[in-house]
T-cell receptor
């Protein structure tokens, strides 16, 4: 069966520090991978998605970047965190074709920038 | 533009029935999804509609009218554990794989 791992679960970082969040998927090949952010009281905002190794699409201009160095690994990074980067970050995967399964989300990382 | 609207909060009693509405405006519609999200946790998939009509899954049902840009999630025989946020999401086609999420409806089930 497919599983998705995301870590760390919580993170408190000072403003200006770097960030690296990692997500890995097991049990599937060539998944579509996504990074979402959920700010307090707000909906899920799509940050990046990837349909293959090295293929990254950015949805909104911001202080973050993403990379996909391996088929089942997706990394979210920042060189210098801002206070506004605080939020609940979710990695998700889906099959690379239309279907009824939708997304499967990782357990999320709660990031607090102080 | 793209827009998804849901009520912010709803309250219902244990054992009752509640309907959570979602209206959307988007191009390239290719399916509507409902997710459940408990506080502090990741969303989990509940249901999917791509054609008009009602899809039933146990205590949960979801309805879609594409001409009206409207969906609802129906929860029957409410239980305390159903207290959560319910997210409506539209999947867009046209060669992309993006889902647009509403802000969610926070449902409180009272004893």
């Amino acid at each position: 069966s497919q599983t998705i791992h995301q870590w760390p679960a919580t993170l408190v970082q000072p403003v200006g520090s770097p960030l690296s969040l990692e997500c890995t998927v097991e049990g599937t090949s060539n998944p579509n991978l996504y990074w979402y952010r959920q700010a307090a009281g707000r909906g899920l905002q799509l940050l990046f998605y990837s349909v293959g190794i090295g293929q990254i699409s950015s949805e909104v201009p911001q202080n973050l970047s993403a990379s996909r160095p391996q088929d089942r690994q997706f990394i979210l990074s920042s060189k210098k965190l801002l206070l506004s980067d605080s939020g609940f970050y979710l990695c998700a995967w889906s099959v690379p074709k239309w279907g009824i399964s939708g997304y499967t989300f990782g357990s999320g990382t709660r990031l607090t920038v102080v | 533009g793209q827009n998804i609207d849901q009520p912010t909060e709803m309250t219902a009693t244990e054992g009752a029935i509640v309907q959570i509405n979602c209206t959307y405006q988007t191009s390239g519609f290719n399916g509507l999804f409902w997710y459940q999200q408990h506080a502090g946790e990741a969303p989990t998939f509940l249901s999917y509609n791509v054609l008009d009509g009602l899809e039933e899954k146990g205590r949960f049902s979801s309805f879609l009218s594409r001409s009206k840009g409207y969906s609802y999630l129906l929860l029957k025989e409410l239980q305390m554990k159903d207290s959560a946020s319910y997210l409506c999401a539209v999947r867009r086609g046209s060669g992309t794989y993006k889902y647009i999420f509403g802000t969610g409806t926070r449902l409180k089930v009272l004893a």
